[in-house]
Every structure is written in structure tokens, then in C-alpha cells.
């Protein structure tokens, strides 16, 4: 019996969008395999469905991530503080495996380490995928010897997660299949990869998306309460979820997600809580003494400064910067002529916290590529931000060298990583101005240009519209049937 992605499209369901069609970026791009197909060509009847395609290119493109890194896995980790730099090749995990215990045999956030971080610093459901490496890397050699090998053992479980992050994405958007493409070919998201473990809160993430695409609440409650317990910035969705669903009256769905969320976060963490109390309290203890770090405007300000702000003032100042952006999508959502995409405002609300927090790691990209793939799947804009991203991504690591290079001063100075900081913040609040553009004129949202409504919205597709904060949004209603998707717009983006 043939599967259902082999299968031809059924008359009833509507045609996959064709992004060489729509996309001039993509259509110009596509001329690299042969140019955009053709409108008699078949689609669906051979093994190379799209979500396979985008599947296998993740695969291959993250395979080029770790060729990237080679200059790195035989040297620039173990000898010379600069080389990593130089190469654009440093990674946390084989530093973490002897700094963290797991050499020699240490049980995260149960046993103290020696040294300054008494206790793992990273999310219960991240320290269980260390750890899960750990029991996976042989343990004889050298230090040298074990560190490359889970750094490979780790590499491994994060390629199954870049690929599961990919698929999601194509599967969220049903009839928009190739966005995948967008996650599986964005530059950012290859380069930063194997920095560190963000891959796995972003593969739960995604997947949960797709959950609440399928109209699965709890099971997308479930799947973010996992992705919260390995990262804090997932716990963020239910916020502008709680909006949309306040918005179109659907509160038992909601309801569904929130519990799926709390106990599933609860089953993970509640044990540690109980038994190793100071150290499942070390991530959020360190997240809170930390002080201003790389990527952020905070950084630039405190470097230009004779009198830099404490790190408990950047706390409070962060902190209400944060929720003022919140507030502002909150009135957005409740606002709005028509009521936004849930991937729209995920992108938004992940963006704000991460701009306005006082660090911005070269990985936390990776947080929002996925998103912003189902937010605006626009190729121009996607790959403007993506430079602005790659060329962060360079200048971090230059500008360690220079730090690290002593008086031969090879890299970026202080000066040019600050251009470097300011290039990637414009770069993602550029993106993020072309999703709200999107909100205040859903005639320029190339999902909606295609028919579509909300795909990554379950319950919220097509909905009726039951609380509203202005006029303008309830005026719109009038205008519009109100059985099926509330569409009809096509303007040109």
C-alpha cells in the first residue's frame, strides 16, 4: 500500500504552493537543478516528495557544517587558544565534557565540580542529552581522544534533530511543503549548529508547532513543556497562544496546552527539583548573576562606558524592556485587521526576548530560524537577516582572536565587533519589521496570498473572530463570510 506522501494529490485538497512561482529569489535559485518546474510536471508520484528532499538537504547541509569544523576537531581545540577563533571552528561541547564532570563520570547537577561552576548550568532535559553522550563516548585514550569522540557522539544526536526540525517545518505548513528549505539551506543555522546543544529544545519546539498545526493540543502542550525543560525561550509561545485563542474563543484548547505543558515540564524536572536541588537551580541562578555577554547592545553600552550599569540594573532594565515588547505584541494581536499567524507572533515574542536579553550567543539563532521559515517564508528577506547573522557569526570569532592574539592583534577589534553586534540586531529587527508589516497589511503576507488563512494555527484556522480591541478588526469581519478561512487578499509582497 503506498504511503501518503507518495500518494497523488487528491481533487479535493487544494495544490502545494510552488515557491519558483511565487518566490523570484527561489525561481532564480532554482536554476542551479534545472529551473522552475514546469506546470504539467507530476508532483507527488515519485519517492522524492518534498519533505524528503528538504529531509536529505538538512542531512547534507549539516554534514558541511561539521567539514567546517574540521580545522578545529585536530588541533584548533586543543592547541592555541586562538586557532578556534581564527577558524571559525569553536565549539562548547568538548571543552564542557572534562569542564562539567562527564570525563570523569560526574552525575549532572547531583555531583559538584571543581572550579568555579560548582554545578551543570544548562536545563534539566540538555544535561539527560549530555549525559546520554557521555554513556555513548568511549572512555579510554586521551582526554584529546575522548573529547573528539563526544563531540562526534553529540554531533550525531544533533543531526537527528536538525533533521526533525526541518521536516516539522515542511509538514507544518501542509501546502507549503518546500519552506522546509528555508531551515535546511539557511547558512546561520549550519555555521552554529554544533556550538552548543540548541538543536534539541528547537526539534521540540518544532515539532510541537506541528502538533498544534494538526490540531493536537495536548500533544503540542506535552512537546513544549520537553522543549522548556532543555531551554527556557519556548515557554514563551503560550503567550501569544494564549492571545489567539482569547481572540477567536477557543479556551479548552488552550486549557489542553497549557496542562500538556505544566506536567510535562513538571515529569522532568520535579525530580531533580526534589533530590539535587542547588544544582537543577544553577541555570537559573546563573542566568540571573551573569553578567553582560557577547552578541548584545548591552555589551556595546558597557564597553563604552566609564561607569558600566551592575548586572542587577541590566536585570531590571532587560526585564521591563522585554515585557514593554510583549505588551506591544499583545496589543498587536488584539488589534489587528485580522487576527495574526501563530508562527508570526512565535517569531515575534522568541525575537524580543532574545534581542532585548544581555547576551545574544552566535547560536541562539537557531531558536529562530524555524519560526521565522513559517513567519514570512520570503526568500529576500530570509537571506538578508541570514547575512546579517553569517557575518556575526565571523566577527565573534575575530574579534576573540584579537583578544586572544596578545600584541600581534590579528582580528577584529573592539570597535568592529560592535559593528558586527549592531549588524545582526538590525538584521533581526528587520525581519521582524517585515512580520509585523505582514499583520498590519495581511494582504502582503505571502502565506495568506496563497488562500491560506493560518496553516500553523490548528483550532485558530478559519476561525471566527470572538474578542477584539478595535473597530478596525471588527469592521473587517462584517465584510467577510464567516464559514471557512476569512481570506482575500493577493496583492503583490
Same mark, same amino acid.
Given at each position: 500500500? %503506498? ?36 506546470? $504539467? ?32 576537531? &585536530? ?65 579510554? #585514550? ?11 557522539? &553529540? ?20 501546502? $507549503? ?9 539557511? %547558512? ?11 538543536? =534539541?529544545? #528547537? ?17 503540542? #502542550?506535552?512537546?513544549? /513543556? ?47 527539583? =526534589? ?15 551573569? /553578567? ?12 563604552? !562606558? ?8 541590566? &536585570?531590571?532594565?532587560?526585564? +521591563? ?10 496589543? +498587536?494581536?488584539?488589534?489587528?485587521? $485580522? ?17 532585548? &536579553?544581555?547576551?545574544? !550567543? ?5 531558536? =529562530? ?59 533581526? +529587527? ?24 493560518? %496553516? !500553523? ?13 478595535? #473597530? ?7 465584510? *467577510? ?10 496583492? *503583490?509582497?
Amino acid at each position: 500500500m %503506498p504511503s501518503a506522501e507518495s500518494t497523488r494529490t487528491s481533487v479535493h485538497e487544494p495544490d502545494p504552493v510552488r515557491p519558483t512561482k511565487e518566490d523570484r529569489i527561489a525561481a532564480a535559485g532554482s536554476e542551479l537543478i534545472g529551473g522552475p518546474i514546469g506546470r $504539467r510536471a507530476r508532483i507527488g508520484t515519485s519517492w522524492w516528495t518534498p519533505v524528503r528532499v528538504v529531509a536529505l538537504v538538512a542531512i547534507g547541509m549539516f554534514a558541511l557544517g561539521l567539514i567546517q569544523k574540521a580545522p578545529c576537531y &585536530n588541533g584548533g581545540w586543543f592547541f592555541g587558544a586562538s586557532t578556534q577563533y581564527t577558524h571559525a571552528c569553536y565549539s562548547d561541547i568538548p571543552h564542557l565534557y572534562q569542564g562539567r564532570g562527564f570525563a570523569d563520570g560526574l552525575v549532572p547537577y547531583f555531583d559538584q565540580f571543581s572550579g568555579d561552576m560548582k554545578y551543570l548550568e544548562y536545563p534539566v532535559l540538555t544535561g539527560v542529552f549530555m549525559q546520554v553522550a557521555s554513556w555513548l563516548t568511549p572512555h579510554s #585514550g586521551t582526554i584529546q581522544h575522548q573529547e573528539q569522540w563526544y563531540w562526534m557522539v &553529540n554531533a550525531g544526536m544533533l543531526m537527528i534533530c536538525a533533521a526533525v526540525i526541518a521536516i516539522c517545518v515542511s509538514r507544518t505548513h501542509a501546502r $507549503r511543503p518546500w519552506d522546509g528549505l528555508l531551515v535546511a539551506l539557511a %547558512p546561520a543555522f549550519v555555521l552554529t549548529a554544533t556550538i552548543n546543544w540548541d538543536l =534539541l529544545a #528547537g526539534a521540540l519546539t518544532a515539532a510541537a508547532m506541528l502538533m498544534w498545526a494538526r490540531g493536537r493540543s495536548l500533544a503540542f #502542550g506535552v512537546l513544549l /513543556g520537553l522543549a522548556t525543560a532543555a531551554k527556557l525561550y519556548p515557554v514563551f509561545l503560550l503567550g501569544p497562544l494564549f492571545l489567539l485563542c482569547w481572540r477567536a474563543g477557543k479556551w479548552r484548547d488552550f486549557g489542553k496546552a497549557l496542562a500538556g505543558t505544566v506536567v510535562a515540564w513538571l515529569v522532568v524536572n520535579l525530580p531533580v527539583m =526534589l533530590f539535587a536541588f542547588d544544582g537543577w537551580s544553577k541555570f537559573y541562578t546563573f542566568s540571573q548573576e551573569r /553578567g553582560v555577554d557577547f552578541g548584545s547592545f548591552w555589551l556595546i553600552l558597557a564597553q563604552n !562606558s566609564s561607569d558600566p550599569l551592575t548586572t542587577e540594573s541590566v &536585570n531590571t532594565l532587560a526585564t +521591563l524592556l522585554v515585557l514593554l515588547c510583549f505588551l506591544g505584541i499583545a496589543i +498587536l494581536t488584539l488589534t489587528a485587521p $485580522r487576527r495574526p499567524r501563530f508562527a508570526q507572533l512565535a517569531f515575534l515574542v522568541v525575537a524580543a526576548f532574545i534581542v532585548t &536579553n544581555k547576551v545574544y !550567543s552566535p547560536q541562539y539563532v537557531l531558536w =529562530l530560524v524555524p519560526l521565522a521559515a513559517l513567519a514570512r517564508p520570503k526568500w529576500r528577506d530570509f537571506l538578508v537577516w541570514q547575512a546579517c547573522e553569517v557575518a556575526y557569526f565571523l566577527g565573534i570569532w575575530m574579534y576573540l582572536a584579537y583578544t586572544t592574539s596578545g600584541d600581534a592583534h590579528k582580528g577584529l577589534s573592539m570597535d568592529g565587533y560592535h559593528w558586527a553586534i549592531a549588524f545582526h540586531l538590525l538584521g533581526t +529587527l528587520y525581519f521582524c519589521g517585515m512580520v509585523v508589516r505582514d499583520i498590519l497589511m495581511p494582504e502582503r503576507d505571502v502565506v495568506r496570498q496563497a488562500g491560506d488563512d493560518d %496553516p !500553523s494555527g490548528g483550532v485558530l484556522d478559519g476561525a471566527e473572530d470572538r474578542f477584539v480591541l478595535s #473597530g478596525v478588526a471588527a469592521s473587517m469581519r462584517k465584510d *467577510e463570510p464567516l464559514d471557512g478561512p476569512q481570506v482575500s487578499w493577493g496583492k *503583490e509582497s
